[in-house]
């Protein structure tokens, strides 16, 4: 059962544009959401994170939206740059005192020049 | 600061031997301790947790168990390998700041 959702296994854009990186969700008990960010051969780094209580965060050039209802994130990247070329995983926690993250299958994000 | 430090990089090992990935952490005590694999085209699938000492708890039925015999050490083992358990291995711990993880550099196994 794939509580976290990203379909899109890729996705590629100009630089310079915006990348928009979507996940779903199903459990209704999720209630803090965050995205990571993946070199090949390197753990993935935190990039920024979201409560249920919020609809949008934003940090510099990343922003990720929260719809509630239809249980659904975002991640936008503006202006997107060659070097956010990587694989991009939201995820998502219910019991923030354990720490269990439950993770998408990642968005391999490639940005040209 | 907190730094987080898990070894070997890359291990291959044959079928039916041994396992043991050890991570640690420095900067802090009583983390919350995790550990992900993240297999060939799938994304990361958590194994194991700890809250303290000896506090194991597991996540998916498999060959592999863990242990935790330091605050800040955190064990991956196996006594047999198989196949399947090839893949990216991640050692993370709890930052109670953002509630997000950092994540361990990895260690790539190939099961031969």
């Known amino acids: 059962d794939q509580q976290v959702k990203q379909n899109s296994p890729s996705l590629s854009v100009q630089e310079g544009r915006i990348s928009i990186l979507n996940c779903d969700y199903t459990?209704?008990?999720?209630?803090?959401f965050l995205w990571y960010k993946k070199y090949p051969a390197e753990g993935p780094t935190f990039l920024i994170s979201?409560?249920?209580?919020?609809d949008k965060n934003e940090d510099g050039r990343f922003t990720v939206f929260l719809n509630k209802s239809a249980k659904h994130l975002s991640l936008h990247i503006v202006p997107s740059q060659p070097g956010d070329s990587a694989v991009y995983f939201c995820?998502?926690?219910?019991?923030?005192?354990?720490?269990?993250?439950?993770f998408g299958q990642g968005t391999t994000l490639q940005v040209k020049p | 600061s907190q730094t987080i430090h898990q070894w070997p990089a890359t291990l291959v090992q044959p079928v039916g031997s041994p396992l043991s990935l050890e991570c640690t952490v420095e900067?802090?005590?009583?983390?919350?301790l995790y550990w992900y694999r993240q297999a060939a085209g799938r994304g990361l699938q958590l194994l194991f947790y700890?809250?303290?000492?000896?506090?194991i708890s597991s996540e998916v039925p498999q060959n592999l168990s863990a242990s935790r015999p330091q605050d800040r050490q955190f064990i991956l083992s196996s006594k047999k390998l198989l196949l399947s358990d090839s893949g990216f291995y991640l050692c993370?711990?709890?930052?109670?700041?953002?509630?997000?993880?950092?994540f361990g550099s990895g260690t790539r196994l190939t099961v031969v």
């Open positions: 993370a711990w709890l930052s109670r700041t953002n509630y997000g993880y950092t």
């Open positions: 459990n209704s008990m999720f209630d803090y």
């Open positions: 979201i409560s249920s209580i919020k």
């Open positions: 995820a998502a926690s219910a019991m923030r005192n354990t720490g269990k993250l439950i």
């Open positions: 900067g802090t005590s009583n983390p919350n």
């Open positions: 700890s809250v303290g000492i000896g506090q």
